[in-house]
């Protein structure tokens, strides 16, 4: 199982809202990424968990709010955001090793709108 | 910080064709990656390339680490309708943790004409 999944696929909130987006594997993967993708752009990594410890914060403003309750498991909590924060959030995962590249594995995406 | 530099930033070709793009970087990179992208979907990692002069392939898609380096680059030959998409070359940079950043290029948007 390569598999990284996100839920939801598409998600629109208002600026007063309070919402979170879930990423799961199961490839026994001990680091785990957040990516934010505006259009036409390549991703940019927000946050990197590595053995379930926050290891990057790439001074993400606080109303993301990253967890990571489990090795499969990676949330992001999102309050009071702004409209320019409609993006494509991805996740992925990847083994942890020093010295070596480990190949990052992405999920699809949850598409947020914020009105 | 560092950037990768990736052109040409689009391509319109006609089936059967071959396409090239490459990128380039002011920093030594170890690794240099090609990812692609479908609309709606998250980047798929194409090829690894993990030493220097190293030219790998996969399939229809050849790619080359340069003897700096410090660039790259990956060609598609005999293009298909499904070879569409969106295509990034990536550099990962190891942290402190053990995990990787990945730096991204700008992409180069993949058209081809039936």
């Known amino acids: 199982d390569t598999e990284v999944t996100q839920t939801p696929k598409h998600l629109v909130m208002g600026m007063t809202n309070k919402k979170s987006l879930k990423c799961e594997q199961h490839m026994g993967h001990r680091a785990m990424y957040w990516y934010k993708q505006k259009a036409k752009k390549p991703p940019e990594l927000m946050f990197v968990?590595?053995?379930?410890?926050?290891?990057i914060n790439e001074s993400v403003p606080s109303r993301f709010s990253p967890e990571c309750p489990n090795s499969s498991l990676l949330n992001l909590h999102l309050h009071a955001l702004q409209p320019e924060d409609s993006a494509l959030y991805l996740c992925?995962?990847?083994?942890?090793?020093?010295?070596?590249?480990?190949?990052?594995?992405f999920g699809p995406g949850t598409r947020l709108t914020v009105l | 910080g560092q950037q990768l530099n990736q052109s040409p930033q689009s391509m319109f070709i006609q089936e059967g064709e071959d396409v090239s793009m490459n990128c380039t970087s002011s920093?030594?990179?170890?690794?240099w990656l090609w990812y692609k992208q479908d609309p709606g979907e998250g980047p798929v990692l194409l090829i690894a390339l993990y030493k220097a002069g190293e030219l790998t392939s996969n399939g229809r898609l050849t790619a080359q680490f340069g003897i700096t380096r410090k660039d790259s680059f990956l060609n598609i030959s005999a293009s298909i309708p499904s070879d569409v998409g969106i295509y990034f070359c990536?550099?990962?940079?190891?942290?402190?943790?053990?995990?990787?950043?990945?730096?991204f290029g700008k992409g180069m948007k993949l058209t081809v004409n039936p």
């Open positions: 992925a995962s990847s083994q942890v090793g020093f010295g070596i590249y480990n190949e990052q594995f």
């Open positions: 920093s030594i990179f170890n690794t």
């Open positions: 990536a550099g990962p940079l190891l942290t402190q943790g053990g995990s990787e950043k990945l730096v």
């Open positions: 968990y590595s053995y379930e410890k926050l290891s």
